[in-house]
């Protein structure tokens, strides 16, 4: 395979359904897409969940028009290991299935891209041949979450003027030591995906927060767990402003809320396009040099 390739993986579980909103924006400028799964059909946490096996078939071979998709199954609910440890392992195996040339995309079933086809020409920019003989950058995406959903409304994560939470969906060398996470360098890219992430069901949100990598660490206590979700379902029209540094595990990084009536996700993507960085272009050029970067660690700026 060549080694311009945009190769674009997906951890799937439980929320499989939510590949019929996170595959499409992608589709079209993916040259190869993976779907990964736990062959036992259970969590990181070990535990079973419910899937429709001929619904993911039916559902992927209607996604999958120019046959793009490859189905990868192994064992990632290993009681042996915890949920971090098993998330770590499903990625790190994912990118050795598609193989280390290209740039390698992981996207979770609930993120949603803004813009993808030109994310892509973005990261030829940076590199178009990536083949793993260069430096080893990580390309982050600022992410917006979705935090609930109540008929037409959705909340979503208000940022305000600061930069938004960030995720390094993209790299030219795929190495995977805390989820999407590496000791590589992080560059900043200017574009955003929508993530489902709290916007659910209260029994699949309860299921999500005692199975994701999370439940191994900051969120190992279940009554935190049970805290959260009961904050989660207080939440409506009328006391959204109120809710202020509440994300579960580092407050701060979710410092408010905003509304966003639509119709559907499609109709949210359109309207979230819209979002652009609280910082300029030549900001953003100083932040993605390297030599800023060992500054700013050697200084913890």
């Known amino acids: ?28 400028h993916a040259d190869l897409i ?26 992927i071979q209607k996604l999958d028009p120019l046959n ?7 064992n990632f609910s290993s009681k042996d290991l915890d949920s971090r440890a098993n998330c ?8 050795e299935v598609m193989e280390k040339r290209g ?21 030829k920019q940076i590199e178009h041949y990536p083949d793993g003989s260069k430096k080893p950058v990580n390309v982050l995406v600022n992410m917006l979450p979705i935090y609930k959903k109540t008929g037409n409304n959705y909340f979503l994560v208000d940022f305000k003027k600061t930069l938004p939470e960030t995720l390094p969906l993209a790299t030219n060398f795929p190495e995977y030591t805390r989820a999407r996470n590496s000791g590589h360098f992080n560059h900043l890219s200017p574009f955003f995906a929508l993530h489902e992430t709290w916007a659910r069901g209260k029994e699949e949100l309860e299921y999500k927060i005692a199975n994701w990598g999370h ?23 009328s006391n959204y402003q109120e809710y202020q540094n509440f994300h579960p595990t580092k407050p701060s990084t979710w410092p408010a809320l905003k ?14 396009s819209l979002v652009s960085l609280p910082i300029n272009n030549l900001n953003r050029w100083f932040r993605n040099q390297r030599f800023i970067g060992k500054i700013r660690q050697i200084t913890n700026i």
């Not at 793009?68 to 192994?74: A, S, T, W, Y």
């Not at 609930?110 to 994310?119: H, L, P, R, S, V």
Request: with cysteine; aromatic share 12%.
């Open 1 to 28: 395979m060549q080694d311009n390739v945009i190769k674009v993986g997906f951890c799937v579980a439980y929320d499989y359904r939510l590949l019929l909103n996170s595959i499409p924006p992608i589709y079209e």
């Open 34 to 59: 993976c779907l990964s799964i736990d062959k036992n059909r259970r969590s990181w946490g070990g535990n079973p969940y419910d899937f429709d096996e001929e619904q993911f078939k039916s559902m």
């Open 68 to 74: 793009k998709i490859r189905l990868h199954e192994g």
């Open 88 to 95: 770590n392992l499903q990625r790190n195996e994912m990118a």
């Open 103 to 123: 740039w390698h995309i992981q996207v979770d079933s609930d993120e949603y891209f803004i813009n993808f086809k030109a994310f892509v020409n973005y990261l």
């Open 215 to 237: 439940a191994a660490e900051e969120l190992a206590d279940p009554g935190k767990r049970r805290t959260l979700v009961e904050s989660w379902e207080d939440l409506d029209e």
């Open 259 to 272: 509304l966003i009536e639509a119709n559907s996700i499609e109709e949210l993507i359109d309207k979230a």
